[in-house]
């Protein structure tokens, strides 16, 4: 059997698209550190950081970074170091202007991975219900139909089962 090129090319992308999500490892950790650095950002633009206060933020920043990149690739992880600027310790501690930048930097880039991802999970779910549609989904894939997720959501609480043991048998 051959493929039209349309077929070779969402079958391709679908491919490219389980590989960009598999550029991140850790999710939720990924997210909880970005939520934090976001935090800390907007802390540090409400408050003016004394010399104590900037060296316990730029080591807050340092090891940031260095949790994130336990959840991502290699080619994130590169990403990140190119453009994470490290802080010149010579001079003492980084200045608050200095902390605001490199905190802004890295919740813009984290802004940037978090849309790439809901970009390529968009692309994905649109592949496969193209594919559904055609017939040509790949094996063991599944296609929820349409208004299933409404349909279940709207079950009354007495028609579920709440009684809190888990379905195991």
């Known amino acids: 059997m051959t493929e039209t090129?349309?077929?070779s090319r969402v079958e391709g992308g679908l491919a490219r698209s389980e590989d960009r999500e598999a550029d991140i490892s850790s999710p939720a950790k990924v997210m909880r550190i970005g939520t934090m650095v976001k935090q800390l950002l907007e802390e540090v633009r409400s408050t003016e950081l004394d010399e104590?206060?900037?060296e316990r933020l730029a080591e807050i920043h340092r090891r940031s970074i260095e949790e994130l990149e336990e959840g991502l690739s290699a080619e994130l992880i590169d990403e990140?170091?190119?453009l994470d600027l490290p802080f010149d310790s010579?001079?003492?501690p980084p200045t608050t202007s200095e902390l605001r930048i490199?905190?802004?930097?890295?919740v813009g880039w984290l802004e940037g991975l978090f849309h790439g991802i809901q970009t390529?999970?968009?692309a994905q779910q649109a592949m496969a219900q193209q594919l559904a549609g055609s017939g040509?989904?790949?094996?063991?894939?599944?296609?929820?139909?349409?208004?299933a997720e409404s349909q279940s959501?709207?079950?009354s609480a007495s028609e579920r089962d709440d009684s809190g043991t888990g379905n195991y048998l």
């Open 52 to 54: 104590k206060g900037r």
């Open 90 to 92: 010579q001079d003492g």
């Open 80 to 82: 990140l170091e190119r």
């Open 102 to 106: 490199a905190q802004a930097q890295l």
């Open 5 to 7: 090129p349309d077929e």
């Open 136 to 147: 040509q989904l790949p094996p063991g894939a599944v296609v929820p139909p349409p208004g």
């Open 153 to 155: 959501s709207q079950k």
């Open 120 to 122: 390529a999970i968009m």
